[in-house]
Every structure is written in C-alpha cells, then in structure tokens.
C-alpha cells in the first residue's frame, strides 16, 4: 500500500464507557491498517485488562508483519502521551470500557476519540454520560473531536438497515458527537483473528477487511 501523506500527528482514543462494544479489535485492526500505509504507529494499552498487550506479544511470537511499537501505560496517562506525540506519527490508545482515569487524562491531549457502540439501548444509554465528561474535558482541550463507531451490527438484511436508521437517530440526539459513517459488522473473524495476533486484514474475509480499510481512511 502507499503511504498516506498527512500534516502533523494524531492521538485518537479508542473509549466508551461500555464493556464488551469492541474497543480493542478496533484499535488492533485500526493499528495494523494504519502501519499496513507505512505509517509510524504505537499502540497504547491502558486498559488493566491487557488485552491489547497480549495480542501484541503473540503477533511478535509468530512474527507477523507490520510491526509497530506497544507502551502500556496506567492512570493519568497525558505525559506519556505528550512524549510519545514527539516520536511518533499516530498513536492509537486503547483504554477500559468504563468511565476511567486513563480515558479523561488520555482526551486531554487526544485529536480524536472514537467511540465503538453497538446498537442496543444499554450501550447508546451511556452516551449521556460520556457526552458530560466530553463537555468537561473540552474546557481543556476545545479541538477534541468525538465519533461513535457502529460496531457488531446485524449482517442480516432485514434488520440491517432499520437497525443502522436507529443507531444514527439516536447518536444525533447528542450534538457533542458525530456517527462515524464506516460500520463493524459481527463477524466471526474478528474473534479468529486475536488468537495468534493478527488483524482480520491477514485473513481470508474480504467483507471485515474492506470494513476496516473503510475505518481507516475515514478517520485519516
């Protein structure tokens, strides 16, 4: 792939406040497609959970290519950010599915956060709550950016697109955020892809590789 020519750097926050919506298959697939284009990437884990820390230990045990650099970090994590921000051209960070230290300390200083919901009524629920903490955080940092991703949507037509209809209603009743246009699908290559470290781009699943590509290039 060529590499994308972008100004500058971004630090984009993979976080909601909901368990279980897909935070960290985002930011792995994110990464992996973001260094498939040449671009410098690091991965932050700031989740205590460590998933991310382990996908990244078994794509380096099994050798898949591109590699990228992983920090894991806890707490307040705005200086780590800041200091890697000067090394690297994208950091990724993947933080807990709750309201946490590391996502308020991490959007201080990010671009962008996107924020993986599926579209059922406990997820969009928290919204409320992560559109407060938004409007605090932007007292310090009044270019942050909030999209929410659609992930684990239905594959089945007939609920496909009523389903897309009311997630897009409902996220547009918060003007703090925007619907990213691209959707993750409930695929089951997602879950075969973290065993031995690799992105769904490395297998044979062209629907779940265009749906990250589309990710991708919408948030670039």
């Not at 950091?91 to 599926?118: C, F, W, Y």
């Not at 990213?180 to 290559?189: D, E, H």
Request: glycine residues 6%.
């Amino acid at each position: 792939m060529n590499k994308i020519i972008l100004w500058g750097f971004m630090i984009i926050i993979i976080g909601c406040n909901k368990g279980g919506a897909g935070k960290t298959t985002t930011a792995i697939n994110l990464a992996v497609c973001m260094a498939k284009k040449g671009l410098d990437i690091c991965l932050v884990d700031a989740d205590p959970q460590r998933s991310a820390a382990k996908w990244a230990a078994e794509r380096e045990s099994n050798g898949h290519q591109p590699t990228f650099t992983l920090v894991e970090k806890r707490d307040n994590i705005t200086q780590t950010l800041k200091n890697l921000a000067e090394k690297f051209e994208h950091i990724i960070v993947d933080v807990a599915g709750r309201n946490s230290r590391e996502l308020i300390t991490g959007a201080v200083v990010a671009d962008k956060i996107i924020a993986p919901h599926q579209c059922s009524q406990l997820d969009l629920d928290t919204l409320s709550e992560l559109q407060n903490q938004v409007v605090r955080i932007k007292d310090l940092n009044p270019n942050l950016e909030v999209w929410v991703y659609h992930t684990m949507a239905s594959t089945n037509p007939v609920v496909r697109h009523t389903e897309r209809r009311e997630f897009e209603e409902y996220v547009g009743e918060f003007d703090t955020f925007q619907p990213l246009k691209s959707v993750g699908f409930y695929r089951k290559a997602y879950k075969d892809s973290i065993p031995e470290g690799k992105s769904v781009l490395e297998l044979d699943n062209t629907h779940a590789c265009h749906e990250i590509e589309q990710l991708t290039k919408e948030i670039l």
